[in-house]
């Protein structure tokens, strides 16, 4: 029977202490944002290096498909046919052209631009070129070009 009162008496004291107080509230809010000022401003710049790296791996794949059309129609696409090449056969290409060239249509930079192709390029036979985060020309960090070659 004693058992019983106290298992009752210890039950309804801890009811009384559930929950937290203000002040524990505010130093578990203030320890998660201090975290989170840590962490945020690395984790975005990692963001920034990554889209750097999908724009590099994404002219990358456009080179290899422009050997491969070479490779078919002796010459590279003119810089009026452009990227669209691959995808469709141009008129020039006559029946040569043994394409498509690229699985799906030709992507935009991961900033949703188109990619710039220029042919001949200023230093090869190509030149495609992202103008980066800032959309213009130059830059440096996220907002530099990323260029082919």
Known sequence: ???????????????RERGF?????????VIIGLLA?????????QLGKSEVTVAKAQIEAFEKSLDTYRLDV????????GLGALLTAPATAGA??????????VPPDPWGRPYQYKAPG???D????????????GGSGD???????
């Open 1 to 15: 029977m004693h058992a019983v009162k106290w298992s009752v008496k210890w039950f309804r004291g801890c009811r």
């Open 21 to 29: 107080t203000l002040l524990e509230l505010l130093v578990v809010i």
């Open 37 to 45: 000022a840590y962490v945020g401003p690395k984790y975005f710049s």
């Open 74 to 81: 002796g010459r590279y696409p003119t810089t009026e046919e």
């Open 96 to 105: 040569k052209w043994n394409g498509p060239y690229l699985k799906k249509g």
């Open 122 to 124: 200023t230093r090869g």
């Open 126 to 137: 190509y030149e495609i070129t992202s103008l980066g985060k800032d959309g213009q020309p």
């Open 143 to 149: 907002n530099a070009d990323i260029t082919s070659q």
